[in-house]
């Protein structure tokens, strides 16, 4: 059987002298692997198309336990971001990070376009590692929350007390959502937030990846906040491109 399918290439491994198994995310049937017969030969029309960080519509030929790449339309190889080392070393810990945390064959859809429009944001981004640190946070909160560990930000997740801009807080990564100053205990994994950074998460949460007045009010302290919120809930902190960042040891 044969299958359309649009595709964004998470991961490429040599297979055989000529042939490359892909690890893709795909529009509608979820992370699978592809195998790209001939791709290594120059001349194959399925060159640019078996690279990472590709974005392409394939026709697959869907075997037993695989699919193999029987041709395709490259959309987009995000050419810009490749010659942007900044964007291009936060874009390659986003298809790191969705390799580790798609499941095969798991559908869904509104995370395939919110990676894909990231992409598209990170091809046009200037070279300013503070702004690009700033849209993949924004793409982190989001990404946790779509598979079910949205924070509870609008009440106090142990009495219910409702947020307000008197009272002091602290962001409880384990159990996912703020405590007031009476529910806090040291002993669990939580940091002091202000209520108007408990505000910009929630504006996070509803806001578009590319909200320049969101961008610019996103520090250092939530970013750091929502990587440990991430990584605590998907059980892995060690990804490779982080480490080349710099930054492989600070969220252990």
């Known amino acids: 059987m044969i299958i359309e399918d649009e595709i964004l290439v998470l991961k490429e491994i040599r297979y055989n002298d000529n042939d490359k198994i892909l690890h893709a995310l795909s529009k509608n049937n979820g992370k699978i692997q592809i195998v790209s017969r001939g791709c290594r030969k120059n001349k194959s029309p399925l ?90 946070s924004i793409y982190e909160l989001k990404l946790i929350s779509m598979l079910g560990y949205r924070p509870q930000i ?7 007390e409702k947020l ?5 807080y602290s962001f409880n990564i384990k159990d996912g959502g703020i405590q007031c100053k009476n529910c806090v205990n040291i002993n669990i994994s939580g940091y002091d937030i202000s209520y108007k ?7 996070i949460l509803i806001s578009k990846l590319d909200d320049n007045e969101i961008i610019n009010a996103i520090s250092d302290n939530m970013n750091f906040l929502i990587k440990k919120y991430l990584f605590y809930h998907i059980g892995k902190s060690n990804f490779t491109t982080l480490k080349l960042l710099r930054k492989g040891d600070i969220y252990g």
């Open 47 to 136: 060159v640019n198309i078996s690279q990472i960080m590709s974005y392409s519509k394939c026709q697959l030929y869907v075997s037993r336990d695989m699919y193999i790449l029987n041709s395709g339309e490259l959309i987009d190889n995000f050419y810009n971001i490749r010659n942007n080392i900044t964007a291009f070393l936060h874009g390659t810990y986003i298809l790191e990070l969705l390799n580790y945390i798609s499941q095969e064959n798991e559908v869904d859809k509104k995370a395939y376009d919110m990676t894909i429009r990231l992409f598209q944001i990170l091809e046009s981004v200037e070279d300013d590692e503070k702004k690009i640190e700033n849209i993949i």
């Open 154 to 160: 609008k009440e106090c997740i142990l009495c219910g």
């Open 164 to 168: 307000n801009n008197k009272s002091l």
């Open 197 to 203: 950074n408990i505000v910009l998460l929630n504006n």
